[in-house]
């Protein structure tokens, strides 16, 4: 089957851009959920320290495009001195970057909780700690799973962004079947779809989860601990 | 200790909300095994009265000292206070995400560092205590919201506190449900338990009351048993009893 | 800059536009979401490319900054139309009733009982949407567009310092981005009265 002249080959190699971009969304997400999980503790900390210094780092962070990240990683450092390959730079910009955009979402899950479910797991001499790992982080957790799946379409997206460094993904192996064919318009549509094939899944399941969590909450009794006046 | 030790001692308490004066003054003893019941307007001060006995509200000024914790210590130890207060809330305020059972054990379990099955065994007798011995792996949301006020007492009493505070229990709830609950409370009241009952259910208060303290405006305006209820001394008690009255047969 | 500016305005119209298409029912409302949806799950950079390319082979010589704009209208028009809607679906059906019993024209319901307090609502997520649209258009120096990146790009390539110069690039990057959200906060201030008498949220 060929597409323009895309041959098997280009689809070879296509696939492989694919899985490399699938490789850099799990390190994005594994790494910025870790990181993340830090951010959005250090929010709600009680330590006012740790609360203004995650701040800071999230400010920091998302004001930065992932763009100038990847740049000031592969191309700056090295200028200091430290020669970095396109995966690390690229993955640890992706890293930060995922860890704020997460940690702010999952602060906003946490902070969602009803307030009395603190207090009352308070009332019951629960420490601070057993307070957030036993009442709040598993009701949390469900609140956040859908934005998390939707987010996890930017990171996939945001991907794309490695090609600029060099580093051969879905994007740069487009750019570079295209140095060869010179189809600009036909090659790029073929990675959007795949782009769009990779996202749209995601995209959907997020939304589905979302109507699932919207219907639970809706049901009267499940209202119970959000009635308190 | 003797029968009339005072269990729960607030004296001269102030507490402010910003500009607002929430308790301007208050003075209360409940001995053991006695159930006091704060009556009054919303607005009164006595919820928040409540909360500074259980010290989810700091107070300004004044004494509270309650089972031997003195609450205005800087050294008080928050987590042996709770231990020994239980507190149930308006608004239930399970644990969605954990089973009857598993709400009950939670706390025995983890800061008690009773044995799991030793807690079962406790939620067993505190389920049957509340009539909800049937109900122990049934989730908060599938039970009615008298069952799950129930439910929540019983989580407070398997942590074998020395007094019980209840705010407002029965507001949220429908006439049948409200029955069912307060039920629950006057058994527990006969069984000797310390209490301190914030409540707009008048007939209860007066049924179940050994110290019966009317609020108003952030002062205790008439204290006595529950008899001064038909009696009223004070003219903002007998404006609150026909104003009950009044609501009652609407 | 001016980039990230002209393409909110005209995002933002064109977002709305589709909103509003897409609440409509039909194949209106099918050709809007597939657009959206495609934008939605496929990457900026991607997108500018067909753009840039798409143009070209049409035999349309553009600059690249009108390229530049152009792509980053068609990516935040859609991103503006998901929110939208989401401000659309909030208004209470109620709200709408009484609109028409007090029998304000179909333009004139969609203006004061929709659009507006549907923009209140949804302002803050909007206002966040614009800065990461600001922040994507460093994208746009993949195409050669006269913007910041690209800028900084000439500088580190003539000064052998890549390092300082992509530091400050970052370090304006987090300037502009503040400025623009106090610019939104100032804007939503002047924009909706109610928020700035009673401070709550609609």
């Not at chain 1, 995966?87 to 009395?116: H, T």
């Not at chain 1, 993904?169 to 060869?180: K, T």
């Not at chain 2, 807690?119 to 122990?136: F, I, N, S, Y």
């Not at chain 3, 209106?28 to 979401?33: I, T, V, Y």
Request: glycine share 8%; with cysteine; aromatic share 8%.
């Amino acid at each position: 089957m060929e597409i323009g002249q895309l041959n098997a080959n280009h689809a070879a190699f296509l696939l492989q851009g694919a899985m490399w971009t699938v490789v850099l969304s799990a390190i994005a997400c594994l790494g910025g959920g870790v990181l993340g999980m830090g951010v959005a503790l250090c929010r709600v900390a009680s330590s006012r320290f740790l609360r203004g210094a995650s701040g800071a780092y999230v400010q920091l962070v998302q004001g930065t495009p992932p763009l100038v990240a990847m740049f000031l990683l592969y191309f700056g450092l090295p200028g200091i001195g430290f020669d970095v390959p396109a995966l690390i730079a690229a993955g640890l910009a992706l890293v930060v970057n995922v860890s704020a955009f997460l940690g702010e979402i999952w602060r906003g899950c946490i902070e969602a909780v009803p307030r009395p479910q603190w207090e009352a797991a308070e009332c019951l001499a629960l420490s601070r700690i057993q307070r957030l790992v036993k009442v709040i982080l598993p009701q949390a957790v469900r609140i956040a799973v859908p934005p998390t799946v939707g987010f996890s379409v930017q990171v996939i997206k945001n991907t794309s962004l490695a090609s600029v460094v060099g580093f051969v993904e879905l994007a740069r192996s487009g750019q570079i079947i295209n140095n060869s064919l010179f189809q600009p318009f036909v090659v790029y549509a073929v990675i959007a779809l795949v782009y769009f094939a990779l996202c749209y899944p995601l995209s959907r399941w997020s939304r589905v989860l979302e109507r699932r969590a919207g219907s639970w909450r809706r049901r009267p009794a499940g209202l119970a601990t959000l009635a308190a006046p | 200790m003797t029968d009339k030790d005072p269990v729960v001692e607030l004296r001269d308490v102030h507490k402010s909300f910003g500009a607002l004066k929430v308790l301007d003054g208050v003075s209360l003893t409940v001995a053991r095994g006695e159930v006091a019941v704060i009556i009054g307007r919303s607005g009164s001060g006595k919820s928040t009265a409540l909360r500074c006995i259980d010290r989810l509200e700091v107070i300004d000024d004044g004494e509270i000292v309650v089972c031997g914790h003195r609450l205005t210590d800087a050294k008080l130890n928050l987590r042996a206070l709770r231990q020994d207060v239980g507190i149930v809330f308006q608004s239930y305020n399970l644990f969605p995400h954990l089973t009857v059972a598993q709400n009950i054990t939670l706390a025995p379990v983890s800061v008690k560092r009773v044995s799991r099955a030793e807690a079962l065994e406790t939620a067993q007798a505190v389920l049957r205590q509340v009539g909800l011995q049937d109900k122990a792996d049934a989730y908060p949301e599938q039970l009615s919201g008298g069952q799950q006020q129930r439910a929540a007492i019983a989580r407070s009493l398997a942590m074998k506190p020395k007094v019980m505070l209840f705010d407002e229990v029965t507001s949220a709830l429908d006439p049948e449900l409200t029955a069912e609950v307060l039920r629950v409370m006057e058994d527990l009241a006969a069984s000797g338990m310390t209490m301190v009952v914030v409540t707009h259910e008048m007939s209860f208060a007066r049924r179940i009351a050994d110290q019966l303290v009317f609020m108003h405006g952030g002062r205790v305006r008439e204290t006595g048993p529950g008899d001064i209820l038909l009696d009223p001394q004070t003219p903002e008690l007998r404006q609150f009893m026909s104003h009950e009255l009044h609501a009652a047969t609407r | 800059m001016e980039l990230a500016g002209v393409a909110t305005v005209a995002g933002f119209v064109l977002g709305t536009l589709c909103a509003v298409g897409l609440r409509s029912g039909g194949g209106m409302a099918r050709l809007c979401s597939i657009y959206v949806e495609a934008i939605r799950n496929t990457p900026l950079l991607v997108q500018i490319f067909l753009v840039y390319f798409g143009l070209a082979s049409l035999g349309l010589r553009l600059s690249a900054f009108v390229v530049a704009v152009l792509a980053l209208t068609i990516n935040v028009a859609a991103y503006t139309a998901e929110i939208m809607r989401a401000g659309l679906d909030s208004i209470p059906p109620g709200q709408i009733e009484a609109g028409e019993c007090l029998g304000l024209s179909r333009v004139q319901l969609y203006w004061h009982v929709l659009l507006l307090p549907a923009m209140e609502r949804v302002y803050p997520a909007l206002a966040s949407q614009f800065v990461l649209l600001m922040l994507a258009s460093s994208v746009c120096s993949q195409i050669s567009a006269e913007e910041m990146t690209a800028v900084a790009n000439h500088v580190q390539s003539e000064t052998f310092r890549p390092f300082e110069a992509f530091i400050v690039l970052a370090g304006l990057y987090i300037v502009l981005s503040v400025l623009m959200r106090a610019v939104f906060w100032l804007l939503g201030l002047a924009l909706f009265p109610r928020r700035r008498r009673l401070g709550t949220a609609l």
